[in-house]
T-cell receptor, first 114, second 112 residues
Framework: NAGVMQNPRHLVRRRGQEARLRCSPMKGHSHVYWYRQLPEEGLKFMVYLQKENIIDESGMPKERFSAEFPKEGPSILRIQQVVRGDSAAYFC????????????FGDGTRLSIL | QKEVEQNSGPLSVPEGAIASLNCTYSDRVSQSFFWYRQYSGKSPELIMSIYSNGDKEDGRFTAQLNKASQYVSLLIRDSQPSDSATYLCAVPAMFGNEKLTFGTGTRLTIIP
């Protein structure tokens, strides 16, 4: 009974490179959320997706960041031309549907920018 | 701007005592409330959800909700050293878009 799967667990990139973070939701879950946790700060919402649809991207920077959740395969959070300030833990969470159902988190991807 | 506020702590509690964690929220229409536990360097783990006024108990944990006062709390009875972690209060935005707004968390240390 696999939980939310994220990979990679750790990702190191140099400034200007691209980072791709993957998330497979729990079985039966169709709602995916991405959150970012900067060092010594709280969790902040980035984007909410359902299959093939972005529902809310109000927390995601307008430039360099994009997210998708295709019909087949995992959700992808992409960060282009990374900068030092992108260094953070990125967590994916999933829920079976809306209506106030709790979200379950993956182990996260720790992104470090050199 | 919806807000969720918690006592930042750190909160130190002797082993075996009751730890009390508090959270207030600004959005009167919020219907669901969650407590997550996060160990250092780990991901948030759901420990309690509560939807209606009153108390909800699960093992050593009790969540208390008062919608009129916009207040939700978490009590941990018989505190154990393994309870030492940061506890996050989380509130969904609205029905149909359940993105979570988190409090900054309360760091709890259980002293043996």
């Amino acid at each position: 009974n696999a939980g939310v799967m994220q990979n990679p667990r750790h990702l190191v990139r140099r400034r200007g490179q691209e980072a791709r973070l993957r998330c497979s939701p729990m079985k039966g879950h169709s709602h995916v959320y991405w959150y970012r946790q900067l060092p010594e700060e709280g969790l902040k919402f980035m984007v909410y997706l359902q299959k093939e649809n972005i529902i809310d991207e109000s927390g995601m920077p307008k430039e360099r960041f994009s997210a998708e959740f295709p019909k087949e395969g995992p959700s992808i959070l992409r960060i282009q031309q990374v900068v030092r300030g992108d260094s953070a833990a990125y967590f994916c969470a999933s829920s079976p549907r809306g209506g106030g159902q709790p979200q379950h988190f993956g182990d996260g991807t720790r992104l470090s920018i050199l | 701007q919806k807000e969720v506020e918690q006592n930042s702590g750190p909160l130190s509690v002797p082993e075996g005592a009751i730890a009390s964690l508090n959270c207030t929220y600004s959005d009167r229409v919020s219907q669901s409330f969650f407590w997550y536990r996060q160990y250092s360097g780990k991901s948030p783990e759901l420990i309690m959800s509560i939807y209606s006024n009153g108390d909800k108990e699960d093992g050593r944990f009790t969540a208390q909700l008062n919608k009129a006062s916009q207040y939700v709390s978490l009590l941990i009875r018989d505190s154990q050293p393994s309870d030492s972690a940061t506890y996050l209060c989380a509130v969904p935005a609205m029905f149909g878009n359940e993105k979570l707004t988190f409090g900054t968390g309360t760091r709890l240390t259980i002293i043996p």
